[in-house]
């Protein structure tokens, strides 16, 4: 793995020594035994768009570490001024250890790979978010033990986390179920390869039928980052499109409740369904182990 650019360039092997690394890295922080590895390593870390998760994750990982963390608002750079992306990459590889980007375009990530010569990771794209779902599939984990043939239901629009978690789940053997209003489907490119899992894949517009004995339930915001224009609209297109009891009902008894956060109580989740499954906070946590495990992956 010389990259973490979206879920589809992770091998099931990939994923799993992730995993397993994240759950030592885990362990070791909980009982204070220190994993500074990346001692004079430096990550640079550009945003493009804001986040409390990511930034502190990510600054507070590399501190564990031994390393430093560089935070790059595109304030800070010359992208922003016309710049070539090539030439930011070429001059960046020569002063840091690695970079991680949370930006819009995925094009924009996979260049920096293309044109440098360190370790990118995609902090978030509107295409893919492949941090949250290794976070995500390592709280699963905690929980039920394995992720062997566990059904994932993820509620809501057909965005950069419905597309990683599509890949991530299906490639560690889960079955998904996605309920998305027409107009707002993944992407075309994860549904046909999603196809040659055969019956372990649905795509529905039906909530009820996609969250039918599920063992996780997962849904975010209607309107992400940059469609703030759209958010009346996409209340009324979402509006049936909730996790709520009703939905929690036909899933499994012992279903986990995921969201990557921030939540808009109220909206794509109840109250009552936030405040009654705290694994919400735990894969939240999660975010500052799996990446992590993905920092020293890559830099160590």
Partial sequence: MKHLLKMSDMSKDDIMSVLNLADQLKYELKHGIPHRVLEGRTLGMIFQKSSTRTRVSFETGMYQLGGSALFLSSNDLQIGRGEPVQDTARVLSRYLNGIMIRTFAQQEVE????????????????????????????TIREYKGSLDDLKLCYIGDGNNMANSLIVGCLKVGMR???????????????????????DRFELTSDVMKAAEGADAVYTDVWASMGQE??????????????VNSQVMSVAA??????????????????????ESHPEIFDEAENRLHAQKAVLVKLLK
Avoid: W
Avoid at 116 to 135: E, K
Avoid at 179 to 198: F, H, N, R, T, W
């Fill in 111 to 138: 260049d920096l790979a293309r044109y440098g010569s360190i370790p990118i990771i995609n902090g978030l794209t509107d295409y893919a978010h492949p941090c949250q779902v290794l976070a995500d599939l390592m």
């Fill in 176 to 198: 998904v179920s996605v309920a998305c209003p027409e107009g707002y489907l993944p992407a075309a490119d994860v549904l046909e390869s999603a196809k040659s899992y055969g």
């Fill in 229 to 242: 224009g759209e958010a009346a609209e996409r209340k009324k297109v979402f509006k049936g499109y909730q």
């Fill in 253 to 274: 008894t012992d279903a986990l409740v995921l969201h990557c956060l921030p939540a808009h109580r109220g909206e794509e989740i109840t109250e009552d369904v936030l």
